[in-house]
């Protein structure tokens, strides 16, 4: 019988090396994820949907500086100036693609891992519950992180280079180093939340999305609808408007949230941002109740 | 304690009084035992408890009563021991999308192992799967994803291993491979833990049995002496002889000799005393000038164990 076997005469050799911390462990569940939502190392038509996200959230960023050089010299710029959104209008506009982005990305994160049993795998690991959700997290906390940034670094650098005061624009510009993340970070907890809920339950990645969009979208609407109607604290329930509210703060430009629920009603900012906080913790610790029961 | 046949003197796993229930279903009831270095078959009928009690004790389930503790220490609270341990879970646990190598290589990279391409392509070669590792596993037959999750669990050179079925789906000459490799990591001093139904494989592969039955241990040790441990119960023996009528009917006044049963030319014996039978036999079958061609105990095997376990009780 063992003459049969030539394929194991190379033995099985053990492994001497090093071994890893849980850091390294934590970074390779977030380049994992990284891949999963970029669809990379995947067939094409994964790589459809956030890759044409992300082009839709640069194209028109290279768009408004290309117009900018072409514009340039033709003794318009007053007029163009009004007409070209700065960064905080281009926030405004990328938030949006951010809301999407999320919503195709969070269930590509977690329900393979639970539909294809390979919970199972990570669980017999040296990595805890935690380590494995703030990985997911994290690789979506990165990914739209650069969503966002990215459009916002071609024209900042744009804007510097047409400026022909590159070092005067960028050290003028200096509050957006900190306003764009911040701005990030809560889109992300705003939106990121509910969508992982979401993905923690839902079986299929398609209804995933489906239903967080869906319920975007509606609780939006009802916001609106029950504000005017019954009672204006129902304007809380819209979570898009509180992202907004968050944005045009951080930006200090009032018409990013204007006419959602929120501004309607004249509900102060720090509602939002008492309601983004409590949003964000609730789904964390229901996240990792439902997974405590998994793995 | 350890001189029961449910413990080893050097043991990497202990279990004290561990119990497990699902809401009203109790799964595992009670079972103390311990493993060490070598394989040990985990045998038992389908919901026997024996896939349960594998998965506490690689640590991803919470036991409801009792202990149990990995290369001395807990596996839920100290997951730093995933470092040394190695499961081939029962289910598929693949992600069909990547390639076997990525698979591995991704469970290396879990395992903290610090140069995952080297150490997944020793653990692929091992198994065999080097000419189908670039290919994604979705397009891979069931016994070389069964193969491919030997792998990964290898990748990380564990000092134990469980294996939960890891013969699915395998073709007869994987099979032997497999068993071949598990019987080499056991040499190298691995606890390996193998679990399942298929009493031929776990005899193939295992020095050592647990079984199980209706979430209880029901015996422990080496199967023949499980069998030997079964003194209530007559061992039966086969017996070929030409004159087979003969010899049975002088057979039936022996002491040893519980009962006799001619079937065609064979002749089935019960007896309580396989050694005094062994002794007896030969002078017997010469007195009366009957040849005998062929004696062979029918039921020391483990299918004849767990065929007494199970509808024994």
């Known amino acids: 019988m063992s003459s049969e076997g030539a394929i194991f005469d190379l033995d099985y050799r053990r492994y001497e090396g090093e071994r890893t911390g849980r850091a390294k462990v934590r970074w390779a569940i977030v380049r994992d994820g990284v891949r999963k939502v970029l669809g990379l190392r995947r067939k094409a038509r994964r790589k459809v949907l956030p890759w044409g996200l992300i082009i839709l959230a640069v194209l028109p960023a290279i768009a408004i500086v290309g117009f900018q050089v072409f514009t340039q010299g033709l003794g318009a710029d007053e007029l ?102 911040t701005g990030s970070l809560a889109v992300f907890a705003t939106q990121a939340g509910v969508a992982f809920i979401i993905s923690a339950y839902a079986r299929r990645r398609g209804i995933a999305a489906g239903i967080y969009i869906g319920f975007t979208i509606i609780s ?71 997974y405590r029961k998994l793995m | 304690m350890t001189t029961s046949p449910a413990f080893v003197s050097n043991p990497t796993i202990e279990i004290a009084e561990i119990s497990k229930w699902f809401g009203q279903k109790v799964a595992v009831s009670n079972v103390s035992c311990s493993f060490g270095p070598g394989i040990t078959g985990l045998l038992g009928p389908n919901g026997a408890g024996k896939t349960t009690l594998l998965r506490m004790m690689a640590g991803l389930i919470q036991p409801s009563r009792g202990s149990l503790s990995v290369l001395g220490t807990n596996p839920r609270s100290d997951t730093a021991v995933f470092q040394k341990v190695g499961l081939v879970p029962e289910d598929d646990a693949v992600y069909g999308f990547l390639t076997g190598r990525r698979f591995v290589e991704y469970g290396a990279e879990l395992a903290g192992v610090r140069n995952p ?21 979705e397009g891979y037959s069931k016994g070389m994803r069964q193969r491919i999750k030997v792998a990964g669990a290898l990748v990380n050179d564990p000092e134990v291993l469980y294996l939960d079925e890891p013969l699915n789906g395998a073709d007869p000459v994987q099979r032997v491979r497999l068993i071949e490799l598990f019987h080499r990591l056991a040499d190298e001093g691995r606890t390996v833990v193998v679990s399942s139904p298929v009493l031929e494989e776990v005899e193939k592969m295992a020095t050592r049995v647990i079984a199980m039955v209706d979430g209880r241990l029901a015996a422990a040790g080496d199967s023949a002496a499980i069998r030997a441990a079964f003194t209530d119960i007559p061992y039966r023996v086969r017996i070929d002889a030409d004159v087979p009528r003969k010899l049975g009917s002088a057979l039936l006044s022996q002491d040893v000799i519980r009962s006799v049963e001619v079937i065609d030319q064979t002749i089935h014996v019960q007896t309580d005393d396989l050694g005094n039978l062994g002794r007896m036999l030969p002078s017997l079958a010469q007195s009366l000038d009957v040849r005998l061609t062929l004696v062979q105990p029918e039921d020391l095997s483990l299918e004849s164990v767990f065929r007494y376990l199970v509808h024994g009780r």
């Open chain 1, 220 to 290: 939006g609407g009802v916001a609106f609808g029950l504000a005017e109607t019954v009672n204006r604290w129902f304007a809380i329930i819209d979570l898009q408007a509180h992202a907004s509210v968050l944005i045009a703060e951080i930006f200090g430009q009032e018409n990013i949230a204007e006419g959602t629920a929120l501004t309607e009603q004249g509900i102060s900012s720090w509602v939002s941002i008492i309601a983004v906080v409590a949003i964000a913790a609730a789904a964390s610790v229901l996240l990792y109740r439902r």
């Open chain 2, 117 to 137: 391409s080297s150490a997944a392509a020793h653990a692929i070669t091992a198994v065999g799967m080097d000419d189908a590792a670039g290919r994604r596993i």
């Open chain 1, 80 to 181: 163009l100036e009004d007409l070209i959104p700065g960064h905080a209008d281009y926030f405004g506009f990328t938030y949006q693609l951010t809301f999407l982005f999320i919503a195709l990305a969070t269930p590509e994160l977690l329900i393979p891992d639970r539909v294809s049993n390979v919970l199972t795998v990570y669980a017999s690991r040296p990595l805890t519950l935690l380590d494995y959700l703030l990985a997911r997290v994290g690789s979506l906390l990165m990914v739209v992180l650069a969503f966002t940034l990215i459009p916002q670094i071609v024209l900042y650098l744009g804007g510097a280079v047409l400026s022909g005061d590159l070092v005067g624009h960028l050290t003028g510009n200096l509050d957006l180093l900190w306003k764009i993340p």
